[in-house]
Protein backbone atom coordinates (compact mmCIF):
# COMPACT_ATOMS: atom_id res chain seq x y z
CA UNK A 1 0.00 0.00 0.00
CA UNK A 2 1.39 3.17 -0.78
CA UNK A 3 2.11 6.31 1.42
CA UNK A 4 -0.73 8.21 0.16
CA UNK A 5 -3.25 5.11 0.53
CA UNK A 6 -2.49 4.85 4.17
CA UNK A 7 -2.57 9.06 4.33
CA UNK A 8 -6.00 8.73 2.78
CA UNK A 9 -7.13 5.47 5.08
CA UNK A 10 -6.18 7.80 8.45
CA UNK A 11 -7.62 10.60 7.23
CA UNK A 12 -10.92 8.98 6.84
CA UNK A 13 -10.61 6.99 9.84
CA UNK A 14 -9.96 9.50 11.81
CA UNK A 15 -13.27 11.73 10.16
CA UNK A 16 -15.36 8.41 11.06
CA UNK A 17 -13.92 8.59 14.76
CA UNK A 18 -14.74 12.08 15.39
CA UNK A 19 -18.57 11.72 13.33
CA UNK A 20 -18.95 8.69 15.85
CA UNK A 21 -17.55 9.67 19.13
CA UNK A 22 -18.90 13.51 18.99
CA UNK A 23 -22.39 12.30 17.89
CA UNK A 24 -22.27 9.86 21.01
CA UNK A 25 -20.98 12.49 23.76
CA UNK A 26 -24.16 14.95 22.34
CA UNK A 27 -26.50 12.26 23.07
CA UNK A 28 -24.94 11.36 26.54
CA UNK A 29 -24.75 15.03 27.75
CA UNK A 30 -28.36 15.82 26.19
CA UNK A 31 -29.34 13.44 28.54
CA UNK A 32 -27.42 14.59 31.31
CA UNK A 33 -28.07 18.07 30.87
CA UNK A 34 -32.11 17.23 30.29
CA UNK A 35 -33.35 14.42 31.73
CA UNK A 36 -30.90 14.72 34.67
CA UNK A 37 -30.82 18.26 35.35
CA UNK A 38 -26.65 18.63 35.29
CA UNK A 39 -26.49 21.45 33.43
CA UNK A 40 -23.02 22.88 34.56
CA UNK A 41 -21.62 22.23 31.12
CA UNK A 42 -17.70 24.09 31.14
CA UNK A 43 -17.16 22.29 34.66
CA UNK A 44 -17.74 19.07 32.61
CA UNK A 45 -15.59 19.84 29.88
CA UNK A 46 -12.37 20.28 32.79
CA UNK A 47 -13.02 16.89 33.80
CA UNK A 48 -13.36 15.73 30.02
CA UNK A 49 -9.70 17.43 29.60
CA UNK A 50 -8.33 15.84 32.89
CA UNK A 51 -9.93 12.10 31.88
CA UNK A 52 -7.98 12.78 28.76
CA UNK A 53 -4.90 13.80 29.85
CA UNK A 54 -4.83 10.87 32.42
CA UNK A 55 -5.87 8.44 29.70
CA UNK A 56 -2.68 9.70 27.65
CA UNK A 57 -0.43 9.60 30.10
CA UNK A 58 -1.43 5.56 30.82
CA UNK A 59 -0.78 5.79 27.29
CA UNK A 60 2.32 7.05 27.01
CA UNK A 61 3.67 4.68 30.63
CA UNK A 62 2.48 1.70 28.08
CA UNK A 63 4.90 2.81 25.15
CA UNK A 64 1.36 3.22 22.61
CA UNK A 65 3.04 6.67 21.97
CA UNK A 66 6.32 8.60 21.82
CA UNK A 67 6.87 11.87 24.33
CA UNK A 68 8.27 14.84 21.86
CA UNK A 69 8.39 18.09 24.37
CA UNK A 70 8.79 21.32 22.43
CA UNK A 71 8.80 24.98 22.53
CA UNK A 72 6.68 25.16 26.14
CA UNK A 73 5.95 28.80 26.03
CA UNK A 74 3.58 27.70 22.37
CA UNK A 75 2.17 24.85 24.28
CA UNK A 76 1.02 26.81 27.34
CA UNK A 77 -0.22 29.81 25.09
CA UNK A 78 -2.23 27.07 23.09
CA UNK A 79 -3.53 25.61 26.21
CA UNK A 80 -5.01 28.10 27.61
CA UNK A 81 -6.18 29.92 24.32
CA UNK A 82 -8.25 26.78 23.38
CA UNK A 83 -9.42 26.55 27.33
CA UNK A 84 -10.53 30.32 26.74
CA UNK A 85 -12.63 29.73 23.57
CA UNK A 86 -14.36 26.88 25.07
CA UNK A 87 -15.76 28.94 27.99
CA UNK A 88 -16.48 31.91 25.19
CA UNK A 89 -18.27 29.74 23.49
CA UNK A 90 -20.56 27.95 26.63
CA UNK A 91 -21.02 31.97 27.75
CA UNK A 92 -21.90 33.06 23.71
CA UNK A 93 -24.67 29.95 24.64
CA UNK A 94 -25.59 31.13 27.98
CA UNK A 95 -26.26 34.97 26.99
CA UNK A 96 -27.90 34.66 23.63
CA UNK A 97 -30.38 32.96 21.70
CA UNK A 98 -30.19 29.19 20.29
CA UNK A 99 -30.53 30.77 16.95
CA UNK A 100 -27.84 33.42 17.49
CA UNK A 101 -25.30 31.61 18.77
CA UNK A 102 -25.99 28.60 15.74
CA UNK A 103 -25.16 31.90 13.86
CA UNK A 104 -21.97 32.28 16.03
CA UNK A 105 -20.94 28.50 14.93
CA UNK A 106 -21.80 29.43 11.50
CA UNK A 107 -19.39 32.52 11.53
CA UNK A 108 -16.07 30.40 12.28
CA UNK A 109 -16.07 28.96 8.97
CA UNK A 110 -15.69 32.25 7.22
CA UNK A 111 -13.15 33.77 9.62
CA UNK A 112 -10.99 30.75 9.61
CA UNK A 113 -11.23 30.94 5.72
CA UNK A 114 -9.97 35.11 6.04
CA UNK A 115 -7.44 34.76 8.80
CA UNK A 116 -5.59 31.77 6.71
CA UNK A 117 -5.75 34.07 3.59
CA UNK A 118 -4.42 37.16 5.49
CA UNK A 119 -2.12 35.40 7.33
CA UNK A 120 -1.13 32.17 5.47
CA UNK A 121 -1.72 33.57 1.80
CA UNK A 122 -3.94 30.44 1.30
CA UNK A 123 -6.43 30.46 -1.66
CA UNK A 124 -9.16 29.03 -1.53
CA UNK A 125 -10.74 28.21 -4.97
CA UNK A 126 -14.40 29.88 -6.16
CA UNK A 127 -15.91 26.15 -6.04
CA UNK A 128 -14.44 25.65 -2.45
CA UNK A 129 -16.28 28.64 -1.46
CA UNK A 130 -19.20 28.01 -3.39
CA UNK A 131 -19.21 24.22 -1.18
CA UNK A 132 -19.30 26.09 1.71
CA UNK A 133 -21.77 28.35 0.65
CA UNK A 134 -24.18 25.78 0.40
CA UNK A 135 -23.09 24.16 3.51
CA UNK A 136 -23.57 26.59 5.54
CA UNK A 137 -26.93 27.70 3.84
CA UNK A 138 -28.14 24.07 4.87
CA UNK A 139 -27.22 24.23 8.15
CA UNK A 140 -28.66 27.90 8.85
CA UNK A 141 -31.73 26.63 7.58
CA UNK A 142 -31.65 23.47 9.63
CA UNK A 143 -30.59 25.16 12.79
CA UNK A 144 -31.25 29.01 12.94
CA UNK A 145 -35.01 29.88 14.48
CA UNK A 146 -34.63 33.19 16.46
CA UNK A 147 -32.14 35.87 16.11
CA UNK A 148 -32.39 37.76 19.25
CA UNK A 149 -29.43 40.33 19.60
CA UNK A 150 -27.70 42.01 22.66
CA UNK A 151 -24.39 44.01 23.07
CA UNK A 152 -22.90 41.61 25.82
CA UNK A 153 -23.91 38.52 23.99
CA UNK A 154 -22.74 39.67 20.91
CA UNK A 155 -19.48 40.70 22.20
CA UNK A 156 -18.91 37.38 23.56
CA UNK A 157 -19.66 36.04 20.27
CA UNK A 158 -17.41 37.81 18.18
CA UNK A 159 -14.45 37.01 21.13
CA UNK A 160 -15.97 33.50 20.69
CA UNK A 161 -15.25 32.71 17.10
CA UNK A 162 -12.13 34.70 16.73
CA UNK A 163 -10.63 32.66 19.38
CA UNK A 164 -11.91 29.26 18.11
CA UNK A 165 -10.54 30.19 14.91
CA UNK A 166 -6.56 30.95 15.95
CA UNK A 167 -6.90 27.53 18.52
CA UNK A 168 -8.03 25.47 15.52
CA UNK A 169 -5.34 27.39 12.94
CA UNK A 170 -2.60 26.86 15.61
CA UNK A 171 -3.45 23.01 16.10
CA UNK A 172 -2.86 22.46 12.41
CA UNK A 173 0.20 24.98 12.74
CA UNK A 174 1.63 23.56 15.79
CA UNK A 175 1.38 19.74 14.50
CA UNK A 176 3.20 20.66 10.87
CA UNK A 177 5.60 23.10 12.11
CA UNK A 178 6.94 21.22 15.33
CA UNK A 179 6.37 18.05 13.37
CA UNK A 180 4.25 16.59 16.69
CA UNK A 181 1.49 14.51 15.91
CA UNK A 182 -1.73 14.82 17.72
CA UNK A 183 -1.22 12.52 20.63
CA UNK A 184 1.63 14.25 21.53
CA UNK A 185 0.29 17.53 21.21
CA UNK A 186 -3.06 16.56 22.73
CA UNK A 187 -1.18 15.14 25.53
CA UNK A 188 0.91 18.66 26.03
CA UNK A 189 -1.63 21.30 25.65
CA UNK A 190 -4.30 19.09 27.94
CA UNK A 191 -3.00 20.42 31.36
CA UNK A 192 -3.33 23.85 30.40
CA UNK A 193 -6.55 23.31 28.84
CA UNK A 194 -8.07 21.68 31.54
CA UNK A 195 -6.32 23.69 34.62
CA UNK A 196 -7.96 26.93 32.24
CA UNK A 197 -11.46 25.59 32.40
CA UNK A 198 -11.41 24.05 36.08
CA UNK A 199 -10.72 27.25 37.68
CA UNK A 200 -12.89 28.80 35.39
CA UNK A 201 -15.80 26.19 35.60
CA UNK A 202 -17.31 26.92 38.42
CA UNK A 203 -17.78 30.29 38.32
CA UNK A 204 -18.95 30.38 34.57
CA UNK A 205 -21.25 27.63 35.75
CA UNK A 206 -22.63 29.37 38.59
CA UNK A 207 -23.28 32.31 36.54
CA UNK A 208 -25.31 31.26 33.46
CA UNK A 209 -27.06 28.64 35.87
CA UNK A 210 -27.42 30.76 39.20
CA UNK A 211 -26.85 26.57 40.93
CA UNK A 212 -23.44 25.74 42.38
CA UNK A 213 -21.85 22.48 40.67
CA UNK A 214 -20.48 21.43 44.59
CA UNK A 215 -24.49 21.89 45.51
CA UNK A 216 -25.71 19.47 43.02
CA UNK A 217 -27.45 16.05 44.41
CA UNK A 218 -25.05 13.63 42.37
CA UNK A 219 -26.97 10.41 42.60
CA UNK A 220 -25.59 7.04 40.42
CA UNK A 221 -27.35 7.72 37.52
CA UNK A 222 -25.99 11.69 37.46
CA UNK A 223 -22.92 9.68 38.27
CA UNK A 224 -22.99 7.08 35.49
CA UNK A 225 -23.60 9.56 32.55
CA UNK A 226 -20.91 11.89 33.78
CA UNK A 227 -18.01 8.83 33.76
CA UNK A 228 -19.72 7.82 30.50
CA UNK A 229 -19.44 11.05 28.80
CA UNK A 230 -15.43 11.79 30.11
CA UNK A 231 -14.32 8.72 28.81
CA UNK A 232 -16.15 9.26 25.00
CA UNK A 233 -14.77 12.52 25.23
CA UNK A 234 -11.19 10.93 25.11
CA UNK A 235 -11.75 10.35 22.17
CA UNK A 236 -13.34 13.16 20.67
CA UNK A 237 -10.62 15.01 21.92
CA UNK A 238 -8.21 12.83 20.42
CA UNK A 239 -10.19 12.96 17.11
CA UNK A 240 -10.28 16.61 16.78
CA UNK A 241 -6.73 17.08 16.97
CA UNK A 242 -6.30 14.01 14.27
CA UNK A 243 -8.73 15.48 12.09
CA UNK A 244 -7.16 18.82 12.33
CA UNK A 245 -3.46 17.42 11.51
CA UNK A 246 -4.45 15.63 8.51
CA UNK A 247 -6.82 18.03 6.96
CA UNK A 248 -7.15 21.50 8.27
CA UNK A 249 -9.18 23.71 10.11
CA UNK A 250 -11.67 24.61 7.54
CA UNK A 251 -12.39 20.74 6.62
CA UNK A 252 -12.64 20.25 10.37
CA UNK A 253 -15.31 22.75 11.11
CA UNK A 254 -17.45 21.59 7.73
CA UNK A 255 -17.25 17.80 9.26
CA UNK A 256 -18.59 20.04 12.49
CA UNK A 257 -21.91 21.04 10.82
CA UNK A 258 -22.32 17.87 9.95
CA UNK A 259 -22.16 16.63 12.81
CA UNK A 260 -24.63 19.04 14.35
CA UNK A 261 -26.93 18.18 11.52
CA UNK A 262 -26.77 14.08 12.56
CA UNK A 263 -27.44 15.10 15.75
CA UNK A 264 -30.62 16.95 14.92
CA UNK A 265 -31.34 13.47 12.76
CA UNK A 266 -30.47 11.09 15.42
CA UNK A 267 -32.31 13.32 18.63
CA UNK A 268 -35.49 13.11 16.22
CA UNK A 269 -35.19 9.31 14.72
CA UNK A 270 -34.12 7.95 18.74
CA UNK A 271 -35.43 11.26 21.10
CA UNK A 272 -38.66 12.55 19.37
CA UNK A 273 -37.35 15.78 19.44
CA UNK A 274 -39.87 18.33 17.18
CA UNK A 275 -38.94 18.22 13.52
CA UNK A 276 -39.96 20.20 10.73
CA UNK A 277 -39.85 20.61 7.00
CA UNK A 278 -36.93 23.43 7.77
CA UNK A 279 -34.51 20.99 9.58
CA UNK A 280 -35.11 18.21 6.49
CA UNK A 281 -34.68 20.66 3.71
CA UNK A 282 -31.54 22.32 5.88
CA UNK A 283 -30.22 18.67 6.32
CA UNK A 284 -30.64 17.50 2.82
CA UNK A 285 -28.98 20.96 1.12
CA UNK A 286 -26.06 20.58 4.42
CA UNK A 287 -25.16 16.98 2.92
CA UNK A 288 -25.02 18.45 -0.52
CA UNK A 289 -22.89 20.93 0.28
CA UNK A 290 -20.60 18.20 2.28
CA UNK A 291 -20.54 16.41 -0.43
CA UNK A 292 -19.94 18.73 -3.08
CA UNK A 293 -17.18 19.94 -1.34
CA UNK A 294 -15.29 16.87 -0.35
CA UNK A 295 -15.28 16.04 -4.22
CA UNK A 296 -13.63 19.63 -5.16
CA UNK A 297 -11.03 19.39 -2.45
CA UNK A 298 -10.48 15.46 -3.48
CA UNK A 299 -10.03 16.90 -7.06
CA UNK A 300 -7.89 19.44 -6.07
CA UNK A 301 -5.55 17.28 -4.15
CA UNK A 302 -5.43 15.39 -7.11
CA UNK A 303 -4.30 18.18 -9.19
CA UNK A 304 -1.71 18.97 -6.65
CA UNK A 305 -0.02 15.97 -6.34
CA UNK A 306 0.36 16.04 -10.23
CA UNK A 307 1.79 19.30 -10.30
CA UNK A 308 4.22 18.25 -7.72
CA UNK A 309 5.16 15.01 -9.48
CA UNK A 310 5.87 16.91 -12.63
CA UNK A 311 7.84 19.58 -10.88
CA UNK A 312 10.30 17.15 -9.31
CA UNK A 313 12.25 16.08 -12.56
CA UNK A 314 12.83 19.80 -13.32
CA UNK A 315 14.15 20.71 -9.75
CA UNK A 316 16.42 17.54 -9.75
CA UNK A 317 17.67 18.45 -12.88
CA UNK A 318 18.47 22.46 -11.47
CA UNK A 319 20.02 20.96 -8.33
CA UNK A 320 22.85 19.64 -10.34
CA UNK A 321 23.67 23.16 -11.23
CA UNK A 322 24.38 24.88 -8.09
CA UNK A 323 24.57 28.25 -9.67
CA UNK A 324 21.24 27.82 -11.12
CA UNK A 325 19.64 27.16 -7.44
CA UNK A 326 21.48 29.69 -6.09
CA UNK A 327 20.27 32.37 -8.87
CA UNK A 328 16.33 30.82 -8.78
CA UNK A 329 16.52 31.00 -4.59
CA UNK A 330 14.90 27.89 -4.85
CA UNK A 331 14.53 25.33 -1.82
CA UNK A 332 12.22 22.72 -0.67
CA UNK A 333 10.30 22.21 2.40
CA UNK A 334 8.53 19.62 3.20
CA UNK A 335 5.04 19.80 4.67
CA UNK A 336 5.28 17.24 8.10
CA UNK A 337 1.96 15.75 6.32
CA UNK A 338 2.23 13.33 3.61
CA UNK A 339 6.21 14.08 3.14
CA UNK A 340 5.69 15.67 -0.69
CA UNK A 341 7.88 19.03 -1.03
CA UNK A 342 6.66 22.18 -1.72
CA UNK A 343 8.24 25.46 -2.50
CA UNK A 344 8.93 27.57 0.25
CA UNK A 345 6.47 30.31 0.66
CA UNK A 346 5.87 33.52 3.15
CA UNK A 347 4.63 31.83 6.54
CA UNK A 348 4.28 33.47 10.00
CA UNK A 349 7.27 33.40 12.29
CA UNK A 350 8.53 31.43 15.38
CA UNK A 351 6.80 34.16 17.32
CA UNK A 352 4.07 35.44 15.59
CA UNK A 353 2.53 31.57 15.26
CA UNK A 354 1.60 31.99 19.27
CA UNK A 355 1.08 35.37 19.68
CA UNK A 356 -2.24 36.08 17.27
Same mark, same amino acid.
Request: aromatic share 8%.
Given at each position: MSEGQKFQLGTIGALSLSVVSSVSIVICNKALISTLGFTFATTLTSWHLLVTFCSLHVALWMKMFEHKPFDPRAVMGFGILNGISI??????????????? /?????AIIPCTVLLETLFFRKKF??????????????????????????????????????????? /??????? /??????????LLYQSCPYQAITLFVTGPFLDGLLTNQNVFAFKYTSQVVFFIVLSCVISVSVNFS????????SPVTYQVLGHLKTCLVLAFGYVLLR? &????????????????????????????? /?????????? &?QMKESEKDPLIAAENGSGVLSDGGGGVPKTVAPVWNSNKDFQA
Open positions: GLLNLSLGFNSVGFY /QMTKLSRKIQFSLTILLLGVGIATVTDLQLNMLGSVLSLLAVITTCVA /QIMTNTI /QKKFKVSSTQTFLVIGKTD &PFNWRNILGIMVAVIGMVVYSYFCSIETQ /QKASETSTQL &P
